[in-house]
Nanobody
Framework: QVQVVESGGGLVQPGGSLRLSCAAS????????MGWYRQAPGKQRELVAH???????NYAESVKGRFTISRDDVKNAVYLQMNSLRPEDTAVFYC??????????????????WGQGTQVTVSS
């Protein structure tokens, strides 16, 4: 079992900044990719930013130049720095972590775990 917990959401005015954090815990052997997704009311969940184990990043076009994703492999954590926030960024943000676990018998299994989500509201 891998647990993923996000934090850092809240209410911010347009043009403001927020930093989201996500930490994974459990019997983690390795983490490959980490990503942030968001889901606005009435819309499908969409990828916001993704970072690979090698540090390669990619972003949704709508957030390029405003959001920055980073990871800390020692802490099994990923962060999303969000600047110049807009009302259309309002959504529940979810963290996804993919990798492999190892059990007591030494067997590795692939996992893909989601956090519970954190609300980001951009409004004046």
């Amino acid at each position: 079992q891998v647990q993923v917990v996000e934090s850092g959401g809240g209410l911010v005015q347009p043009g403001g900044s927020l930093r989201l954090s996500c930490a994974a815990s459990g019997s983690i052997f390795s983490i490959t990719s980490m990503g942030w997704y968001r889901q606005a009311p009435g819309k499908q969940r969409e990828l916001v930013a993704h970072i690979s184990s090698g540090g390669t990043t990619n972003y949704a076009e709508s957030v390029k130049g405003r959001f920055t994703i980073s990871r800390d492999d020692v802490k099994n954590a990923v962060y999303l720095q969000m600047n110049s926030l807009r009302p259309e960024d309002t959504a529940v943000f979810y963290c996804n972590v993919e990798g492999s676990t190892i059990n007591s018998e030494g067997y590795r299994r692939i996992f893909s775990s989601w956090g519970q989500g954190t609300q980001v509201t951009v409004s004046s």
